[in-house]
């Protein structure tokens, strides 16, 4: 089976320019969720969405970030204007239930110059 | 809220020496705690879990047994290897609202094997 694929692996822009990262869940997995990962936090989870609907929203950072699922094999997590402190890794994970195990995408690296 | 707290690295060992990594969490109900691996540029993978008190998890090698008495799910494995070298992060989930496996993860401990 194929894994989470998530593109772009690289991204790299200036501020102010909109960031779009894509996420493909494994076929079946009703659970997915963003996380960001950076030195200083570590690994957050941003939000995470059930059967396509957001459930819990709470980690998203500010109102420049917003994510959508439009059906069961797409995400993006978008950020609208990118300022430098965004700079991170972005991972996406998908699980089939709320009981097993999430697997992970192999991130997007992003910077905001 | 919940907590998961992981020794810092790096830790550095030989080829074939004994390792442990320690982790202790805090959570308010009873979490399934988990071992994830990372290797450089790639996403994390799932190494072990369990899911309730004096469950022991095993994958490649590696333990790590459920202490409720200790808060506490310390990996270990009897002799690394240098394919071992990663970033190895304990992390506990936690039922969210609608259900769903929140993961609340440790800061991560980068391993170093030598030969």
């Known amino acids: 089976d194929a894994g989470v694929i998530q593109s772009p692996r690289h991204e790299v822009t200036e501020m102010g320019q909109e960031v779009t990262l894509r996420c493909k869940p494994i076929?079946?997995?009703?659970?997915l969720f963003w996380y960001r990962q950076t030195m200083m936090r570590g690994l957050e989870l941003l939000i995470y969405?059930?059967?396509?609907?957001?459930?819990?929203d709470s980690g998203m950072p500010e109102d420049r970030f917003s994510a959508k699922m439009p059906n069961a094999s797409f995400s993006t997590l978008k950020i609208q204007p990118s300022e430098p402190r965004d700079s991170a890794v972005y991972f996406c994970?998908?699980?089939?239930?709320?009981?097993?195990?999430?697997?992970f995408g192999d991130g997007t690296r992003l910077s905001i110059l | 809220g919940d907590s998961v707290t992981q020794m810092e690295g790096p830790v550095t060992l030989s080829e074939e020496a004994f390792l442990t990594i320690n982790c202790t969490y805090t959570?308010?109900?009873?979490?399934?705690l988990f071992w994830y691996v990372q290797y450089p540029g790639e996403g994390l993978q799932l190494l072990l879990k369990a899911t309730k008190a004096d469950d022991k998890g095993s994958n490649k090698g590696f333990e790590a047994t459920y202490r409720k008495e200790t808060t506490s799910f310390h990996l270990e494995k009897g002799s690394v290897q240098v394919s071992d070298s990663a970033v190895y992060f304990c992390?506990?989930?936690?039922?969210?609202?609608?259900?769903?496996?929140?993961?609340?993860f440790g800061t991560g401990t980068q391993l170093k094997v030598e030969l």
């Open positions: 959570a308010t109900g009873y979490p399934s």
């Open positions: 994970a998908s699980s089939r239930t709320d009981n097993q195990p999430q697997h």
């Open positions: 969405f059930n059967n396509n609907v957001p459930i819990d």
């Open positions: 076929s079946g997995h009703d659970y």
């Open positions: 992390a506990l989930s936690d039922r969210g609202e609608g259900g769903g496996n929140k993961l609340t």
